[in-house]
Structures are given as C-alpha cells and as structure tokens.
Nanobody, 127 residues
C-alpha cells in the first residue's frame, strides 16, 4: 500500500524559511518521480516542484523558481521541499504526490499525472 506522509509545515513571517518532508512507504520509492503541490482557499491545486526518480531532473513553477528547492534521499525514502524567502502568497496546504506509472517531464507539474497523495501540511506566511 502506497503511503505518503508530509511534515514540517508551520507559521512564519515573510522572508522566513521552512523545510517540508515527505516520508514514503509501500512501494519502490527510488523508481518514480515525486512532486509537491499546494492549494490555497478558493484556488485549484497547483504544481510547485517535481523531481525524477534518481534526482537528476527537477521542475519548478515560475512563481517559486529561485526560492524553493526540491530534493530526495532515496536511501531514506524521503522527499524534501526547502522553502526560502517565503511570501504571504505562498500560504497554502502543501501536498506531496507520486505515481506508479511513467511520468512525462512536460506534465510533471500536472496534478493529473499523480494518483497517490499525502494528507497535506499547512504553511502560513504572515506579512
């Protein structure tokens, strides 16, 4: 059974940093892409960052380039998202996601590419 569990969210002031973690179990973590999405109230869930199975390729939404960094530790079965220079507009519930199918780079930030999701962790950024 595929299970993903996020942690590391919290409340910070603008300009602050957080590190989110996603612990994976129930499948061969090192064989598949994983991604981070976020959803703010009244908005659709949007892709934030994605990383290939071996960590050699990554993709970022334009809104977070230069501020967020995605990484993974396949030996420990953990995916990470480092959030720096946070802005109030980053406030959302952040989810990690994966799939047991092949992932196209061009669609790696498309929520329809993933069918396994964590429970989400809240990130709140105050001005």
């Amino acid at each position: 059974q595929v299970q993903l569990a996020e942690s590391g969210g919290g409340s910070v002031q603008a300009g602050g940093s957080l590190r989110l973690s996603c612990v994976a179990s129930g499948y061969k973590f090192s064989s598949y892409w994983m991604a981070w999405f976020r959803q703010a109230p009244g908005k659709e869930r949007e892709g934030v960052a994605a990383i290939s199975s071996g960590g050699h390729m990554s993709t970022y939404a334009d809104s977070v380039k230069g501020r967020f960094t995605i990484s993974r530790d396949n030996a420990e079965r953990i995916g990470y998202l480092q959030l720096n220079s946070l802005e109030p507009e980053d406030t959302a519930v952040y989810y990690c996601a994966t799939t047991l199918s092949a992932t196209l780079l061009a669609k790696s930030l498309d929520r329809t590419s993933y069918n396994f999701w964590g429970q989400g962790t809240q990130v709140t950024v105050s001005p």
